[in-house]
Every structure is written in structure tokens, then in C-alpha cells.
């Protein structure tokens, strides 16, 4: 982070330092020449040689060295193509130790979930506790962007225009009390250098800028009594007054911060006394960053230091004015602000310390940390947010103004930067608006149970049909914040993975105050569409129902649910013969658990044969504790103590840890199975016929009594007055989709209903980088025309829709664009279309559902 502070003399250095030969070097040389300019700080001119060595070579091993470098020089796009190209060419994993920084420069690039997967891995391989530890934040901190509202409560960031900042890096901006903007950066005639001499231009100078009525003014350099040739000046403070200035001077040794030193100045009229060293703070260490602020009553000067007593990296010490410029002993602010990365440019502001952390979970780089002091202690550190943050680096906040402006320093894109789009940093203003409106959403059940992993959009509807939705998907909660704009109308539409998505529309128009609007949305569930498994002849099938009691063999009722199941196979195939199978835990005399087994197995086939199924189609077989069972990956899927394939032998058993998987494990042993023996080779069956239920012993019915084999009496009936009349011609209404809002809602007349030929697609195989163009083509069949208002799918799917209104009978197409570029797996993806027509009765959109699927082939 020391090399962050200080990119753009870095930047400045690294240009033309060394004469470049003009004729073409060998490998060797270019290897050498990339280190003679390394050793000297000229990142610029190394990573051009060894780019020359690498196409030279292809060995994987420069790599390394300009992936580093890219990211030291803060050009992340490139840092990430290097480092992936690192990593994904390695053998054996040697080159895990990266994915550190792969990581963290995904998370740079806004690839949040990309980032989160690498950094995981890396987290599970290192045994560095440290980096560890830094990479669990770096997850907690993707995690947090995937989900904090753009527009942190209507924060304004804007850059404060060319007058300030140059291509290179500005930073450090403070208020005087002159009405002055006071900053850091290099002379203002080097704005369109690119080639500089050694001269004094080398070093930062402290400016200051006058605003006007038409912006800031041309920064004029602060003399020699400050800006003291031969060293970097910059990192500018006031004391509570404007009378006292703070600053430092530091020294660059190659590319890396050699030294620094904090200084004071009064004011003296317009101009400021000469320059004397802090006494108390400086040694022989790093000290910046001087910040006054107020602890326990007395001023306080904060400031960044690698000082022995920290937590790691940079950290935020204090010191105490005792007057006359004296300061007492630094002080660390201890573990609940410092952390193994870096916290730097403090900034204190009515009982509240700002400052950037690259240690705590921010959505970038450096992010900007806010936490208020009580009298004794600070609170816990919370991260500003969107807007003040970005994914790459955002320092030196400070505020004015009563709170409600102030400025900060960015390399975000937009800014002016003279290599890449991040490489320099600029000044930025923001505002806070005195009112603003934001919005809180929760996502529940119908029985009020949070939904995890649902996603709702919001859209501002006078922008037409054309608008952006805003989307977010949180799989770690249930709530999601938005910031709103004043004197808008907006729409709402929450969806979740089998459930009906809900809408609602409000509006900010009229306030007169801040306000949050909360709305909590309770979605329906869709009907399960059922799932089927295929039983093959001589493959073993559990029952779970089939339960018996301690040492038992008798039926109970929820054992008679499996049964009837196995009864309705056969008579369904008459020459189906089964065998069945029942099983013990290892637990007991191998004697006794054979003849158990033997015994309920038979037990079961007397309840069949009673039934009217001949004996000569069962064979009852008990295997007593010889074939324990082999773990399958739904069982694997629902205790991960235990992996696939596993075979729960005595001794796999008691090797588990605990007593509680143990039993787990013996009770998957004792089972009842059934085989086809002869008949079909192979059913198709639905899965809830497999799995466990409750006894159907509180029902009425039962068509045959296990116990007599006759029929129980049914509930009788009275014949229907209409069911000896002649049946008249049916109304064959549309069939709804259930993948229709409309479905369940026993509506037909006076709405429209989109019937498509197909609403799932098979893309088959996609190669990661291709885009596919199909289309879903529908009929309007209600009775009502129908309008399109939107439609809403994941950030690779584009979407061409008719604009007009489809009227009763007529077709339409919508065309569809996935771009596989950002994939990383297989999946299926949901398409919602939301008309402009709504359910009878509610202001609730209709929605249409499609989806298409795709194998991704990298």
C-alpha cells in the first residue's frame, strides 16, 4: 500500500528513465534490462521487457512478475487476463499461492462471484493464517457488494474538473479557512508530459484552488518554505482553527516510500511560516496521514504509521497535543480499527473517525470505514457504502460543511489517467442531499418465512419500457436496500425460484422529508411439477417407510404406505416378480440378526400375499448385517459427514467421531429394499413415491384391510341429481401454463393468455465466449389483448419484444440474445415476462415464465 500512496510519482519516474536500445535484444537481455528497471522503481519500462521476453519464450513463469506488476501499476483488466493465464496453466496447482491476488483483482473488475469462488479456493489451500484471514474479508466483502444499494440515501460524486486534476494522480484534499482547496499532487505544467527530465517536477508540491462561479481555479504551488525542494510534500490537515497546517515529507528509495515525516506551519496573514518537524511523532518509521481530532477531552493528532505496536501493514496510531508542537508517546487505536492489511488517511469529524481499510470487508480495494468514538471506546467500524466505494481504491475522505459535502480521492473509472483507465488517482466532491428516500424490501413465504436467494428489480417507469431495471439477488438474506431518486414513480417486482413473483408500484413524488419505504412481499409458491426416477431390474430400491419396531417383525401403518406402493407395481405388472430385502445394523449376534431379518422380510410378503399377490412373485430374503449399506449422494447430500461410495462397515462406523452419526449410521443399515427379479427390465416411477411420509392411519378410507384382506365400507354418497342427464358440448377453455401467474387462479375470462409453442429451450452445447440467438414464438388466447411491460432475465440474456399490443388471436415473437462470455458453468436460466395487463381484481402484473438451458463448454 506504500507503493499505492505514492503510484504517481512512481508513475512519473517510471517514464523515460532509461535509454531503450533501438536494435532487438536476445532473451537474456531483455530479462536483464527487466531487472535494471525493476531495481529502480520503472515498472513501466520492466513490464514492457519482460512482455518481450514472454513472447520471446512463453514461459509461464514471467507470469508472475507482470501479473505483479499490472497490479502494482493498478491496471486490473490486464493484472486479471495475466493472472488467470498464470493460474490456469499451471500443473499441479503450483502457482495456488496467487489466487490471493487473482482474486482481489476480480473483486477489482466488479466480478463479484468470480472473485468469491477463487478467493474460496485459496482460503481452503493456504496456510498462511494472515492471508487467510485477509482472504475471508475479501469474501465477507464481495459478498456485501453483490447486495448494498447503488446510490448510497442520494450521494452526489462528482470530479472537481481538469483545473485540479491532471492525468496524474492528485490527492489529499483539505478545506482551509481561507475558502482555499489545499491538495497534493505534481506541477500543474506536466499535465500532458509524457516524457519528464530528472528536475524537480519529480516531486509532489502542496497546491492550492480557488472556486469561482465557474468551478475550482488553476492550482498554484505553496513556496519553498513548505514545498521543500528535493522531497515529496503532500498530505495536507488543519487544526480545529485553519491557523495550524499539517503536512509531510517523505522520500521515494526506488519505488517504494523510504521515508516520512510529519511537519507543521502557521498561518502568518496570507502566506505560512516556515516548516518544523512534529516533535514526539516522528522516528525511525513511516508517519503520515496527520489528521486533528479529540479523544478524552484533548486534541489528538491522528496518523498512519508501519510503527512497531500495530496490527500489521499500515496502521492508525494517536498522539496528544501537550502544546508548543509537542505531542505525546503514539498510541495504537487498537485492533477494533487496525487489521493485517492497512488503515490509512484518517480523517476525525464530530466524534466520528473516517479512514480506508484494505483489512476490513470492503466492495474494492481500499474502501472508506467509518466509526464513532463514545468517550471510551470506538464502535465497530461500518463501510460507507456504494458511491463513496467503488471495486477499485478510495481514499482520503473529508467532510464540510455541516456534514452534508466534502471531497475524497478515487482511481474509479471515469477519471483522467495517463496509462489504463485506473492507474491515477483524482479529487472528487460529493454531496448529500438534506432529504432523500430509500427503499427496504423483504422477501418471505406465504407463512412468513424468509426466502433466501431471491431477486427483485426496480424500475423507474417513466423511462419507458426501455429502462434498466435495477436487480439485485441476495442469497444471504432477505432484505435489500435501494437508494430512490425524489418525484419518481416506481415499480417493484420480487421473484424467487419457485414461487410466483409479486409487484407493486409506489412513488417519491410530493415529499417533504426523508423517508424509507419497507415493503414486504409474501410469494406464492408454484406447484412442484413432479419428478420421476427410472427402477432397473436387479437394482436394490430402499423403502424408507418400511420401519419396524425393536426386535419386532410386525407392520406398522406407515411401513403399509411403502407396501401398497409395491402392491400397486404388481398388480400394474402382472409379470413382475420382486425379491425383498430386509437388513440390521452390525449391533447384536450375527445369528440373531440373520433370523430378524428373515423374519420381517417374510412379515412384509404375508401383507402382499394377503393382498392377493401370488407368493410365487416375492421372494422374501433377510441378509442380517452381511450387506451394509453403500452411502448413495442423497444420502451423501444430507449428512456431509458421510462422502458417496462409502460403505458403512462395523469399523467405518465406529471410527465417526461422534456418538449421534454413529446411530445415523447404523439406521441407514437397517433397511428394507425391494429388487425386480424377472418382467419389466426397467419402470419409470414419480420420486414421492420413494420418499418418506406420514401414516395415512388418520383417514377414513383404506381400500384393503392388511389384516383380513377384504375391503373396508366407504363413506357412501348420493347419486348426483344431474348424473343420469345427457351431457351438453363442453367449454374447452385455454389450457394455463404452470408457468403462468394466471395458473391456480381459476380465471379465464378477461385476460389475455400467452400459449408458446415451446417454454423451455435446449441450446445444447455452448462454448464459453459464444452468443445465441433464438427466439419463442406465442398466440394470444384469452380474450383480451395483451402488452408487454418488461421482461427481466440474468445480466447475459437480451431480450427483443414486440412493442404493440397483441390482440386475441394474433402471435407474437420474442427474440433472445445470451452472451455465454462471463459463464463459468452449466445452467438454466429463467426468462419473466411481466405485461402491462393485470390479475382481475389486484394491481398484481401478469407474468409469464420461460426458461432456457445450456451446456457450457470452456
Known amino acids: 500500500m506504500k507503493k ?113 469462488t477463487i478467493l474460496k479456493e485459496f482460503v481452503e489451500e493456504t496456510t498462511d493464517e494472515t492471508l487467510k484471514e485477509l482472504a475471508q474479508n475479501e469474501i465477507a466483502g464481495a459478498e456485501m457488494a453483490e447486495i448494498l444499494p447503488a446510490n448510497n440515501k442520494g450521494v452526489s460524486v462528482n470530479n472537481l474538473g481538469r483545473s485540479i486534476n491532471i492525468p496524474l494522480s492528485e490527492y489529499s484534499p483539505a478545506m482551509g479557512n481561507d475558502g482555499k482547496l489545499y491538495f497534493g499532487g505534481l506541477d500543474r505544467d506536466q499535465k500532458d508530459a509524457i516524457e519528464i527530465e530528472e528536475s ?182 461500518k463501510n460507507m457504502g456504494k458511491g463513496y466505494n467503488t471495486s477499485v481504491d478510495d481514499l482520503y475522505f473529508r467532510m464540510y460543511n455541516d456534514g452534508y459535502s466534502g471531497f475524497l480521492t478515487s482511481n474509479r473509472p471515469g477519471g483522467r489517467s495517463a496509462k489504463g483507465k485506473t492507474c491515477c488517482d483524482d479529487i472528487l466532491g460529493f454531496e448529500i442531499p438534506k432529504m432523500y428516500a430509500d427503499l427496504v424490501v423483504g422477501a418471505f413465504t406465504e407463512s412468513k418465512q424468509p426466502i433466501l436467494g431471491a431477486t427483485v428489480s426496480l424500475k423507474e417507469t417513466t423511462s419507458g419500457a426501455d429502462a434498466v431495471p435495477e436487480t439485485q439477488t441476495n442469497t444471504k438474506s432477505n432484505r435489500f436496500d435501494f437508494g430512490l431518486s425524489l418525484e419518481k414513480p416506481y415499480m417493484i417486482v420480487v421473484s424467487a425460484d419457485g414461487y410466483f413473483p409479486d409487484s407493486l408500484t409506489f412513488n417519491t413524488v410530493g415529499l417533504k422529508e426523508t423517508k424509507t419505504f419497507q415493503n414486504n412481499f409474501f410469494l406464492k409458491p408454484k406447484p412442484v411439477e413432479p419428478e420421476f426416477i427410472t427402477i432397473v431390474e436387479e437394482t436394490p430400491i430402499v423403502m424408507e417407510n418400511i420401519l419396524y419396531p425393536f426386535d419386532k417383525d410386525i407392520i406398522t401403518e406407515q411401513a403399509e404406505i411403502d407396501l401398497q406402493f409395491i402392491y400397486d407395481l404388481l398388480i400394474k405388472y402382472p409379470e413382475m416378480k420382486i425379491e425383498l430385502r430386509s437388513h440390521t445394523d452390525a449391533r447384536g449376534e450375527d445369528a440373531y440378526n440373520m433370523d430378524l431379518s428373515q423374519r420381517r422380510t417374510e412379515s412384509a410378503r404375508r401383507w402382499l400375499v394377503r393382498k392377493g399377490i401370488d407368493r410365487s412373485r416375492i421372494e422374501a430374503k433377510g441378509y442380517g448385517e452381511t450387506v451394509p449399506q453403500t452411502v448413495t449422494a442423497k444420502v451423501a447430500a444430507t449428512y456431509d459427514y458421510l462422502k458417496e461410495g462409502d460403505v458403512l462397515t462395523e469399523a467405518y462406523i465406529n471410527a465417526l467421531p461422534t456418538e449421534e452419526m454413529k446411530e445415523v449410521a447404523h439406521s441407514l443399515n437397517r433397511r428394507t429394499e425391494f429388487q425386480i427379479t424377472a418382467g419389466p427390465t426397467s419402470i419409470i416411477i414419480e420420486t414421492k413415491s420413494l420418499k418418506k411420509q406420514e401414516s395415512d392411519a388418520g383417514k377414513e378410507e383404506k381400500a384393503i384391510s392388511p389384516a383380513t384382506g377384504t375391503e373396508k365400507k366407504k363413506t357412501q354418497k348420493k347419486p348426483s341429481k344431474s348424473r343420469n342427464t345427457l351431457i351438453g358440448e363442453q367449454n374447452h377453455d385455454p389450457i394455463i401454463s404452470t408457468m403462468s401467474s394466471l395458473y391456480g387462479k381459476k380465471v379465464t375470462k378477461n385476460v389475455p393468455i400467452m400459449t408458446f409453442e415451446n417454454r423451455v429451450l435446449d441450446l445444447g452445447k455452448v462454448k464459453r465466449g459464444e452468443k445465441r440467438h ?81 451446456e457450457l463448454i470452456k
Open 200 to 381: 524537480d517536477a519529480h516531486y509532489s508540491k502542496i497546491f492550492t484552488s480557488t472556486k469561482s462561479d465557474r468551478g475550482w481555479g488553476e492550482g498554484v504551488a505553496l513556496d519553498e518554505k513548505i514545498n521543500r525542494p528535493g522531497y515529496n510534500t503532500n498530505n495536507v490537515s488543519f487544526s480545529e482553527d485553519g491557523n495550524t497546517m499539517y503536512f509531510t515529507r517523505s522520500l521515494l528509495k526506488g519505488n517504494n516510500l523510504s521515508e516520512s515525516k510529519i511537519f507543521m506551519s502557521q498561518r502568518d496573514g496570507a502566506s505560512w511560516t516556515g516548516a518544523k518537524e512534529v516533535a514526539g511523532i516522528n522516528g525511525d518509521y513511516i508517519a503520515t496521514h496527520p489528521a486533528v481530532g479529540e479523544l478524552f477531552g484533548k486534541e489528538v493528532l491522528f496518523f498512519t504509521t508501519d510503527m512497531e505496536g500495530g496490527e500489521g501493514g499500515l496502521d492508525i496510531f494517536y498522539a496528544t497535543n501537550k502544546g508548543g508542537g509537542v505531542y505525546g508517546d503514539p498510541v495504537s487505536l487498537g485492533p477494533k480499527i487496525n487489521t493485517p492489511g492497512d488503515e490509512m488517511t484518517p480523517f476525525y469529524y464530530d466524534g466520528t473517525l473516517f479512514f480506508s481499510s484494505t483489512g476490513h470487508p470492503g466492495i474494492g480495494g481500499a474502501d472508506i470505514f467509518y466509526s464513532t468514538w463514545d468517550g471510551s471506546r470506538w464502535s465497530e467500524p
Open 774 to 854: 433464438f427466439s419463442y414464438t406465442f398466440v394470444n388466447k384469452g380474450d383480451t389483448a395483451l402488452k408487454i411491460s418488461l421482461i427481466s432475465a440474468c445480466d447475459c440474456t437480451t431480450t427483443d419484444y414486440p412493442a404493440r399490443t397483441i390482440k386475441p388471436g394474433e402471435s407474437g415473437e420474442i427474440k433472445v440474445t445470451f452472451d455465454s462470455t462471463e459463464k463459468e458453468e452449466s445452467e438454466v436460466i429463467d426468462v419473466d415476462i411481466y405485461l402491462e395487463n393485470t390479475l382481475p381484481g389486484t394491481e398484481e402484473p401478469i407474468v409469464e415464465m420461460l426458461q432456457y438451458k445450456y
Open 4 to 116: 499505492l500512496l505514492f503510484s504517481t510519482i512512481a508513475f512519473l519516474f517510471a517514464l523515460g528513465c532509461i535509454a531503450q536500445p533501438l536494435n532487438k535484444e536476445s532473451y537474456e537481455v531483455m530479462l536483464e534490462l527487466a531487472k535494471e528497471y525493476y531495481e529502480i522503481g520503472d515498472y513501466y519500462s520492466a513490464l514492457e521487457k519482460y512482455e518481450e521476453a514472454y513472447d520471446e519464450r512463453k514461459d509461464n513463469s514471467l507470469n508472475i512478475t507482470m501479473a505483479e506488476l499490472q497490479y502494482e501499476l493498478r491496471d486490473y483488466v490486464k493484472a486479471e487476463r495475466l493472472f488467470r493465464r498464470l493460474i490456469d496453466r499451471s500443473k499441479d496447482n503450483e502457482y495456488a499461492a496467487y489466487k490471493f491476488q487473482y482474486g482481489r483483482v476480480l473483486k477489482m473488475n466488479e466480478k463479484y462471484s468470480q472473485a468469491i
